[in-house]
């Protein structure tokens, strides 16, 4: 039966009906769906890490904490790529298109019941193995790596949740809901704080980890679990290794499981390195996760709204049309975060003040981490770009050739962490990443390029060269408003407050008079995003 054949009275659209959890969305409402919710919960994330450094500060205990996630995702990332839901949503996208829904549902079936059987066998070795692991790090404080211990074994039985949540999730994207993924990460991020509210006083830093599994059941994995049920997927534990679809999703994702890139390694790496004195692990990683949180809302937000859309137009053979979306969405993700670099790296020193500033966390610590944050900032738009043209590559089945050059760049890159920690500390290791990360997006880029999938001639140069104009103009700005306010060198909070207001008011204005002056797109574009 088709649409003509039963005809219903059109309904006329709810202001927040793109909210609801079957909303077929567009690659548009859907980026902003994603991004509205990434925000509300990197706004919850602050509010994790402000409590995390108030309560126990920096330094051989949140150093311990913060290493205890490497090896549960080290052992998801070598396992099942670290991107269940990636792979996955390509290969139902090909069922879906083909109508072939009952092989679908089987082909979940199968690769959720075996991938279980792997992973859960993987992580009892690991619970044995942990002691060896943690000893690496902190092979000379041992009350340390007894701490760590014991909160990686908390922590590992999480990943179960998050691979079969990634591959629930699957079922809703290709079916243009992108709802449920929306709330999962930040429901994983209030167990966090809950944890930590309700057991820290009894058990001290293992209630983060506590609260972290927990969040990792009822988030990631009761979401999508949910969100399959109702559309109708019943899972069966099943094992048929001659599945067709268990192939194809092996066929996928080994390249993930056998090779590394700098996405996944540089936290691993950062923390390897800054293992040396206590506290720089964690000031280095609290300065990371915020300037994770717009790359997570601009960047990822755009790249998990893209794949289902890059994943249909491909499968259906309209190459054209999939390379142009891929460059219409690293032009504008690239305009953006070039935009918000420069706020973000004007505004480092008040903005980490005001969030973790206070408690155990010492104005020293604050100083320290800012200035990591500024240097992050200026590599966002690689960050979110590659994220674009990663799930370019995953949507059209092709994994092996990115895994390949990412695990290269990763293997030389190593040595370039070591000898600018060498040279400059963990100031050093910050500008690593920051060169570790330029190589990765511009060999992506140049691969789809070679491979005639996405043409580098198709970015519109001259609107990126407007928005760099516009964060050129914008940091300069502001720069010369904080030297001018009154006490701008004695960190307050009220001082960070004011200084955020005024600085975030006038970067919007100097950055849109200056990409209207020039006669960009973007001012337009956003305007329309938002009606």
């Known amino acids: 039966m088709t649409a003509t054949d039963n005809p219903i009275p059109p309904v006329p659209a709810k202001r927040f009906g793109w909210l609801r959890p079957s909303h077929k969305h567009s690659a548009v409402s859907a980026t902003v769906l994603l991004s509205v919710f990434a925000l509300l919960s990197r706004i919850i994330g602050l509010v994790r890490d402000k409590y995390i450094a108030y309560t126990f500060g920096a330094g051989p205990g949140t150093d311990a904490y913060n290493v205890a996630f490497q090896l549960p995702d080290l052992i998801n990332y070598l396992l099942i790529g670290g991107a269940a839901s990636i792979s996955f949503v390509t290969i139902l996208s090909r069922y879906r298109e083909a109508n072939q829904h009952e092989e679908g549902d089987r082909a979940l079936s199968v690769i959720l019941t075996t991938m279980l059987l792997v992973l859960g066998g993987a992580i009892l070795l690991a619970e044995f193995f942990v002691p060896l692991y943690t000893h690496l790090y902190f092979p000379n404080s041992p009350s340390e790596a007894v701490l760590c211990t014991f909160m990686t074994r908390i922590l590992l039985p999480g990943q179960l949740f998050f691979f079969a949540g990634g591959v629930l999730a699957a079922v809703a994207l290709v079916r243009k809901q992108f709802t449920y993924q929306a709330v999962s990460p930040l429901i994983y991020t209030l167990g966090i704080i809950f944890g930590g509210v309700v057991l820290s006083h009894s058990i001290g830093i293992p209630s983060l980890a506590w609260g972290a599994l927990a969040g990792a059941f009822a988030g990631p994995f009761l979401v999508n679990a949910y969100a399959a049920r109702r559309a109708g997927v019943h899972y069966r534990p099943l094992l048929d290794f001659s599945n067709p679809g268990l192939r194809s999703w092996v066929r996928m994702s080994l390249p993930l499981m056998l090779g590394v890139t700098v996405v996944f390694m540089d936290n691993i790496i950062l923390t390897w390195f800054a293992k040396h004195s206590a506290g720089d692990i964690t000031r280095l990683m609290y300065a990371k996760r915020l300037f994770t949180a717009p790359m997570a809302i601009i960047g990822q937000a755009a790249g998990a709204a893209s794949l289902p859309f890059f994943a249909s137009l491909y499968s259906r053979k309209l190459f054209g049309d999939y390379a142009s979306a891929v460059n219409r969405a690293v032009t504008r993700i690239l305009s953006v975060a070039i935009l918000l670099s420069a706020a973000m790296f004007a505004l480092a020193r008040p903005a980490v003040d005001l969030v973790l500033r206070g408690g155990s966390f010492n104005r020293a610590d604050a100083e320290l981490t800012a200035l990591y944050f500024a240097i992050f900032t200026i590599s966002l738009a690689l960050w979110a770009s590659q994220a674009i043209y990663s799930r370019a590559f995953f949507a059209a089945g092709e994994t092996f050739v990115p895994m390949r050059a990412g695990t290269i760049i990763t293997v030389i890159s190593i040595p370039c962490y070591w000898l600018l920690h060498q040279r400059f500390g963990v100031i050093g290791l910050a500008w690593a990443s920051n060169l570790a990360i330029l190589v990765h997006t511009v060999t992506l880029a140049v691969l789809l390029h070679r491979r005639r999938m996405v043409s580098l001639a198709g970015l519109d140069r001259l609107e990126l060269g407007r928005a760099l104009l516009?964060?050129?103009?914008?940091?300069?700005?502001?720069?010369?408003?904080?030297?001018?306010?009154?006490?701008?060198?004695?960190?307050?909070?009220?001082?960070?407050?004011?200084?955020?207001?005024?600085?975030?008011?006038?970067?919007?204005?100097?950055?849109?008079?200056?990409?209207?002056l020039t006669g960009s797109t973007l001012p337009s574009q956003l305007r329309s995003r938002r009606a």
């Open 470 to 516: 516009a964060a050129v103009a914008s940091l300069a700005g502001i720069t010369l408003l904080l030297h001018a306010l009154p006490h701008s060198h004695i960190q307050t909070y009220l001082g960070d407050l004011i200084a955020l207001l005024v600085g975030g008011v006038l970067w919007a204005v100097l950055c849109y008079g200056v990409l209207y």
